[in-house]
């Protein structure tokens, strides 16, 4: 390394001794002015942007994705930074939060140099729409972080120019809030995505993932009536439909089904995690006993209230969900029984985001880097339950649209698992926490309750606790400071390296 850099310092000092040489364009490697001149280029610069959402500090890699889980009641971390974090020992140094500025930023930076320079490129104009449309998409999606985890970072759309971005100051989140939208509307436009793909470019953005990301957006601002609109554009489009098999939604043969909106693509060996691995050796979150018991009767009640519970078969007469989503003790996984101790960090296992079945022997041990499942960044399900929510915030209980009621949106959700039918009669009250308890089992081990009871502003009331095993027995504890945890610290190396941004309170200096 220190010859490397002896070498460097030599170059950089013959070239200083005459402005000549600064002015000869480099012919050994392109530039800004010199690589957009073919549509290739033009893709495989859209391509390094969508790359960007599989970096390992991706918040939106299926790791770091899945592992929000472990920031929750839902889920148990005992040796990484969401250890750190769940239990209110992070502080600005923490690693995971510089990983994820600087992956935005890298991410920002692919899309505001594609969308500054494409136009450089003679290329069919409709392909060109479409490039920048997806280009918009990915920058709102990883503005997103930077809005909704940090509260507010410097707004940056023009191509990367570190003279004039090295210093820049925080824009707020309602400024940031404003671009991702923006940025959302311009890519829905002149239906410049299309509404499916097929073949090698299945898996890119369509119109139903920009309304779908729309309506997330919307109803983490609490901007109801909107984010029920967008959701109900999405469903209106009948593009989507649930898959039949809530297990094998998350099988590596059915990739890419009708509940699938957008996923974050892997492919072995280019592109590959280590979920198989991790979560089944306990490397990764793994569930709690609290996630577990919330998981209703089959008559639809909670356990405590439903005569079909027996607590010598706790796991008999439940939602089908949970054995579709953990792996209990005493049942079979891989091809054989599961064992009291094969999951010790807890007792339970996480099924989902596995390729493994509950009665085949694997044929290959997966190791680490070997993982090549996708991670489903918005699905249907989703969008059914945010219009439920978002009408029954906005209006109540009753509320429809075009014939979709918020007791229909959940009951469709509901009915794939052969759960029953949400009460009926409920207020906009009760009707609140039915669908909190439907988005916790729905997408239990896929990271969104993380973002769920942040926004709900019932982390305070649900991470100041012990947490216990399935033997009872404690095991760690948690804690939230409503002050402060309901932001990510802005990390220190970046204040160090931009003594303009400012830290979010409570973090210090």
Known sequence: MKRYTFIIITLFSLTACSDSFLDVTPTDRFTQNTYWNT??????????????????????????????????????????????????????????????????????????????????????????????????????????????????????????????????????????????????????????????????????????????????????????????????????????????????????????????????????????????VMLDQQLGCAPLPGLVNDYYATDGRPIANSSLYNAAKPYENRDSRLQATVIIPGTTFKGASVTDIQYPSTGYGLKKYTIFKDNEKPTVVPTSGTSELNYILLRYADVLLMYAEAMNEAIGPDASVGGLSVSAAINQVRARAKMPNVPTGLSKEQMREEIRHERRIEFAGEGLYYFDIRRWKQAEKLLNTDVYNIKGNRIDSRSFNANRDYLWPVPSIAIQNNVALTQNLNYGK
């Open 39 to 276: 549509k290739e280029q033009g893709e495989a610069a859209l391509n390094a942007t969508y790359a960007t959402l599989i970096n390992s500090n991706s918040l939106f890699s299926a790791r770091n994705a899945i592992y929000l889980d472990a920031l929750t009641p839902n889920a148990y971390q005992y040796n990484a930074d969401e250890n750190i974090i769940s239990r209110g020992l992070h502080n600005a140094a923490t690693s995971t939060f510089n990983g994820a500025w600087n992956t935005c930023y890298t991410g920002i930076g692919r899309a505001n140099n594609l969308l500054v320079n494409i136009d450089k490129v003679s290329m069919d104009e409709s392909l060109k729409n479409r490039y920048k449309a997806e280009a918009k998409f990915l920058r709102a999606l990883f503005y997103f972080p930077l809005w909704n985890l940090f509260g507010g970072a410097p707004l940056i759309t023009e191509a990367t120019n570190y003279e004039t971005q090295a210093n820049l100051p925080r824009n707020s989140a309602e400024e940031l809030l404003a671009q991702i939208l923006k940025d959302l509307d311009e890519a829905a436009a002149n239906n410049a995505l299309p509404a499916s793909y097929s073949g090698a470019d299945k898996g890119r953005v369509t119109r139903g993932a920009v309304q779908a990301l729309k309506a997330r957006v919307l109803l983490y601002a609490g901007k109801w009536e909107e984010a029920a609109a967008a959701a109900k554009q999405v469903i209106d489009t009948k593009t989507y439909t649930l898959f039949p098999d809530y297990r094998g939604l998350f099988y590596l043969e059915n990739e890419g089904n009708s509940e699938v909106i957008f996923d974050i693509q892997y492919k072995f060996p280019e592109f590959a995690h280590s979920l198989d």
